[in-house]
């Protein structure tokens, strides 16, 4: 057993979710939370509605299945742009998950490149923050500008007054990184960026989680993230836009309710956001989100805070007491990665996953920066509102168990 110097810490909302306790009767202790989260009763309670009550589709029918559909699904998207802080719910479009409003992003911007132009992404993005830009930069011969991080694992902003200038088109960078676990001075970057006319694209999709939900107030003009991370159901993306920013992006995919008019030749399409949103959206999940907004808002949401940071705290100072391990950055919250001296990442994995403790290892899709710090992976533990202290008190039972194996 370890020493625990802290009181104990429940979660008073364990309980709320299901496949905590279903996941723990098949012996497995969840904190992959980073990569998908556990559902809260809910939304499957919300899912089950709609599904037993009869499915429909969304602003297309006159007959009342559809119009309850339509009226849950928009009243959904009231909820993300109220829980989000945007102006209007018309800000709101619907997307298959984060990756795929980037790649929104970078398609429906295309237009606004010219080669020579640069974009501007850090060294920590994920590779759906990456890979979108870096293929945009191909297609139009632009320049992809990588901003280094200081020795805590932030963007260095002494090194980004210098790189981002008025060749910068665009700015996109993580709110808080999914390896290293810290809040990114974005106020300083926005600013930077938008002193020089370039828009801004931030990728909430582990921010998101962790209580800031003010895009007005950080001021971007493009903000995604996934519905799965925030314990909402698969298949749905969210991307917000200042009404400015949306008025700028091309259509980018081209099919049913998307259109205003069309003949065989031409066609003129709707404004954001059903104009982005061809064909028939994950309506289930729509609807799913909300409920799950609603569980959230529920929630004493200072205690989730203050939760999650005592057990961040105890995850760290766990960690940090043991010889041989190397934090990767300085993790403030949510979640912290590792590497073992003389271990490598995958043997530790396996024999955790042996003793069923559900974490990452790898390079976490975002090999670039795992490559830039020398490594090939690390193990990372991410933590949600449902874990407690015994989860973290099994993790460090198996890690010391596999680390007795392995030196
Ligand atoms: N950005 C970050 C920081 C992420 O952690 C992830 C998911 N791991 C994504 C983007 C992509 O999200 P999704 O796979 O749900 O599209």
Redesign the pocket.
């Known amino acids: 057993a370890i020493e625990l110097n802290n009181m104990p810490l429940p979660s008073p909302w364990r309980a709320d979710f299901p496949a905590i306790a279903a996941l723990q009767r098949q012996g497995q202790t969840y904190l992959d939370n980073?990569?998908t989260t556990q559902k809260p009763q809910a939304l499957i309670d919300a899912l089950n509605h709609y599904y037993v009550n009869g499915a429909a589709n969304v602003h297309r029918a006159q007959h009342l299945p559809g119009a309850n559909a339509t009226q849950a699904f928009e009243s959904s998207r009231s909820k993300i742009a109220h829980w989000l802080n945007a102006d209007e719910s018309a800000q709101i479009v619907f997307t298959h998950?984060?990756?795929s409003a980037l790649n929104l992003l970078a398609y429906g911007l295309e237009h606004e490149c010219v080669a020579g132009d640069e974009i501007v992404i850090s060294a920590l993005e994920?590779h759906?923050?990456l890979l979108p830009w870096q293929q945009l930069a191909h297609r139009c011969d632009l320049k992809l500008i990588i901003l280094p991080l200081d020795t805590n694992g932030l963007i260095d902003l002494v090194a980004a007054a210098v790189l981002i200038g008025p060749r910068t088109r665009l700015l996109a960078v993580?709110q808080l990184s999914?390896v290293l676990g810290a809040w990114q001075p974005l106020p300083a970057l926005l600013s930077m960026a938008k002193s020089h006319g370039a828009l801004t694209v931030v990728?909430g999709?582990?921010g998101v989680v962790h209580g800031r939900h003010d895009v007005q107030a950080l001021g971007c003009d493009f903000y995604v993230f996934?519905s799965?991370?925030l314990y909402g159901p698969e298949g749905l993306?969210v991307l917000y836009g200042r009404n400015e920013a949306l008025a700028r992006l091309h259509h980018w995919q081209f099919g049913g309710e998307m259109v205003l008019t069309a003949d065989y030749h031409t066609a003129r399409f709707r404004p954001a956001p059903l104009g982005f949103e061809a064909g028939t959206p994950p309506i289930a999940s729509v609807i799913g989100l909300g409920a799950t907004l609603d569980y959230l808002a529920s929630l004493d949401h200072m205690a989730v805070v203050a939760h999650e940071a005592a057990l961040h705290q105890l995850l760290l100072d766990g960690l940090n007491r043991r010889e041989g391990i190397r934090v990767l950055g300085a993790p403030q919250l949510a979640l912290v990665s590792f590497v073992v001296e003389g271990v490598h990442n995958a043997d530790l994995a396996h024999l955790l996953t042996e003793q069923g403790i559900a974490v990452r290892a790898g390079h976490h899709?975002a090999m670039p920066l795992l490559k830039s710090l020398g490594l090939p992976g690390a193990i990372r533990v991410s933590l949600a509102l449902y874990n407690d202290s015994d989860d973290l008190e099994r993790f460090f039972s198996a890690l010391d168990q596999a680390l007795e194996l392995l030196r």
């Open positions: 980073a990569a998950g984060a990756t994920h759906a923050n993580s999914n990728d999709a582990q996934s799965h991370k993306g899709c």
